[in-house]
């Protein structure tokens, strides 16, 4: 029997969705920019796959594009809004950014951008009075996770649109990679006094390949690519709408459930925690503490002294237990996790984090389960 633990990497595809895709996909459909019967057929899907996910977001239809996952949001957000700004436009964001935000970043510094990166505290959280104090005049975007999908953090979006709005001069506008926060924990971004917002579909019971950037009324942004007219010339390329409207069911039944969500992995998710450290006192939880309201129900991120996690993880893998430890670079090379070497972790401690990240299906027993191969490997990667 295999436990999945990696549910922040992607989540099994819902069985409604899938037979939600399977029926779209049935149907044949035209292409949603045809104007014929089987184009507008397929643009009434598409179109009603829009307001869905608007209504499960609590924003307006228009404000919602889709893109071909949270990479391309994430970079449109980025790229789109410093090239709709002057040519000296600059960015803030933090060290503890997924790669997708991070990398866009700093490919903008090569580009002579101004850019920043706001340290995190101890916990991974950055502080909403430092992020606003690293904005300058030519600042044009903000971009703060979330939820950081290593730790489980729950930095303070609100408070960091409050910092900005504080602040004398032109407020840049707030961009939010809100990925691993959708279904967690409620999500309103028009709420939280963000701009931007960018969701992934994979990690909700949806499919892999469909995102949507979220983009309140009056943000202009330049498009990244050139083409048809899709997505209000933002973002086009033909859509695909089986892919969209499976992605609209997840993101309703995702908001739908986000409470239940949170209470049942919140619930297994303390409970394994407390096992593990009866049974493993020096492993250590990293992120927030494990009753702090700033951490994701579901994620268990934990240091294991003297371990290499990489190691322990092929261990897991092949006693049945899959978990995910750090990001390791393109090269093969084994990298320790930037996130966790922002918590102030050596390059050596870093390389002893594991992630364990529970979903909606994750029951108490593949919880116990879990323990008692955890217990082993980690005890007889030791002693050899
Ligand atoms: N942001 C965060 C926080 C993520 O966890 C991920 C997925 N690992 C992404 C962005 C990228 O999403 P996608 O796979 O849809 O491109």
């Given amino acids: 029997m295999r436990v999945y633990l990696d549910h922040n990497s992607t989540t099994p595809l819902r069985l409604e969705v899938r037979e939600r895709w399977l029926e779209v996909v049935a149907q044949g459909l035209g292409n949603p920019s045809s104007l014929h019967a089987s184009g507008r057929r397929a643009r009434a899907l598409l179109d009603e796959a829009r307001e869905r996910v608007a209504a499960a977001l609590g924003v307006h239809e228009d404000e919602v594009f889709f893109t071909s996952g949270a990479t391309e949001a994430n970079n449109l957000a980025l790229f789109g809004s410093l090239e709709a700004g002057a040519s000296d436009a600059g960015l803030v964001t933090t060290t503890v950014e997924h790669a997708s935000v991070l990398e866009p970043a700093r490919e903008l510094a090569r580009r002579g951008r101004a850019v920043a990166f706001v340290p995190v505290d101890a916990q991974g959280l950055p502080d909403p009075a430092a992020v606003a104090a690293a904005v300058t005049p030519r600042t044009a975007l903000v971009s703060v996770a979330a939820a950081n999908n290593e730790t489980g953090a729950l930095p303070d979006i609100a408070g960091v649109a409050a ?26 971004p028009s709420e939280w006094g963000v701009d931007l917002a960018s ?186």
């Fill in 163 to 188: 910092e900005l709005r504080r602040r004398a001069g032109p407020r840049p506008r707030l961009h939010s990679d809100a990925v691993q926060a959708l279904g967690r924990v409620p999500v309103r």
């Fill in 199 to 384: 969701f992934s579909a994979h990690k909700i019971g949806g499919p892999a390949g469909v995102g949507v950037l979220w983009r309140a009324k009056g943000v202009t942004l330049a498009p990244r690519t050139h083409g048809g007219g899709q997505e209000l010339g933002l973002r086009p390329g033909t859509e695909s709408v089986a892919g969209v409207v499976a992605a609209a069911l997840a993101f309703e039944l995702a908001v739908r459930e986000q409470a239940e969500f949170a209470a049942r992995t919140g619930e297994l998710a303390r409970q394994l925690w407390a096992d593990l450290a009866a049974l493993l006192p020096e492993v250590r939880l990293l992120g927030p503490p494990i009753d702090s309201r700033r951490r994701l129900p579901n994620t268990l991120c934990v240091l294991l002294p003297n371990t290499d996690g990489k190691v322990l993880l092929t261990r897991l893998d092949l006693a049945g237990l899959e978990v995910s430890a750090g990001s390791a670079c393109a090269s093969g090379s084994i990298e320790p996790s930037h996130v966790l070497l922002a918590l102030g972790l050596t390059r050596g401690a870093a390389r002893s984090g594991l992630r364990l990240s529970l979903g909606r299906n994750t029951t108490a027993s593949d919880c116990k389960l879990a323990l008692a191969v955890f217990h082993k490997e980690f005890v007889s990667s030791r002693a050899t």
